[in-house]
């Protein structure tokens, strides 16, 4: 079966370290991926997507970066972290074909102190 | 460019009564999917309901049901019998097919169901 893992599940960090975020999909290959962040008590802002390797569309300019280093790997990383990253990271990916919409990862809950 | 609005940023609704949450978009596209997404506490995305532009036919789903203007570009999305475990967030998205499929969603409703 195809299933979706994100980690960490919490991250506090301090302004200025760096950040990575790790999703990864399995029981598919070459699938579209997706960074999302969710801000309190809003909707869902589309970061980054993939659809192959090494391939990274960013939708908003930002202190973000995303990579792809393996076929079912995403990671969204910061040099160097602001108070505006906090947030809730969700990592999503589309299934065979987008009729079945999206499945999304279970979320990353990131405060920057 | 795609947009998705639902201008109801809270709704509330008696327990067995229904209700509806509006959504509107905009795109330059003809073919694309609309969809709705539930986020309970546990804040896991869960998939509701879709519709296929190019149908028109509304979609259901047991008590979930959409009424789709394709014209108008609304996509409301009906509960009926409201039960507690309803309460979540309400997010309305929609997909363009293209190779990259990207999907934008709405701000969110925030619904609360009361006994």
């Known amino acids: 079966s195809q299933t979706i893992h994100q980690w960490p599940a919490t991250l506090v960090q301090p302004v200025g370290s760096p950040l990575s975020l790790e999703c990864t999909v399995e029981g598919t290959s070459n699938p579209n991926l997706y960074w999302y962040r969710q801000a309190a008590g809003r909707g869902l802002q589309l970061l980054f997507y993939s659809v192959g390797i090494g391939q990274i569309s960013s939708e908003v300019p930002q202190n973000l970066s995303a990579s792809r280093p393996q076929d079912r790997q995403f990671i969204l990383s910061s040099k160097k972290l602001l108070l505006s990253d906090s947030g809730f990271y969700l990592c999503?990916?589309?299934?065979?074909?987008?009729?079945?919409?999206?499945?999304f990862g279970s979320g990353t809950r990131l405060t920057v102190v | 460019a795609q947009t998705v609005t639902q201008s109801q940023p809270e709704m509330s609704v008696q327990e067995a009564e229904t209700v509806t949450l509006s959504c509107t978009y905009d795109t330059s596209e003809s073919d694309y999917y609309l969809f709705w997404y539930k986020q309970p506490p546990s804040r896991q995305m869960i998939l509701v309901i879709r519709?296929?532009?190019?149908?028109?036919q509304n979609a259901t789903e047991n008590r979930f049901s959409v009424n789709f203007q394709k014209a108008a570009k609304s996509f409301s999305l009906k509960i009926s019998d409201s039960q507690l475990g309803d309460a979540a967030m309400y997010f309305c998205?929609?997909?363009?097919?293209?190779?990259?499929?990207?999907?934008?969603f709405g701000p969110g409703t925030s619904l609360s169901v009361i006994p």
């Open positions: 519709q296929e532009a190019y149908k028109q």
């Open positions: 998205a929609q997909g363009e097919k293209t190779s990259y499929d990207k999907v934008i």
């Open positions: 999503a990916w589309r299934g065979d074909s987008l009729f079945y919409g999206y499945t």
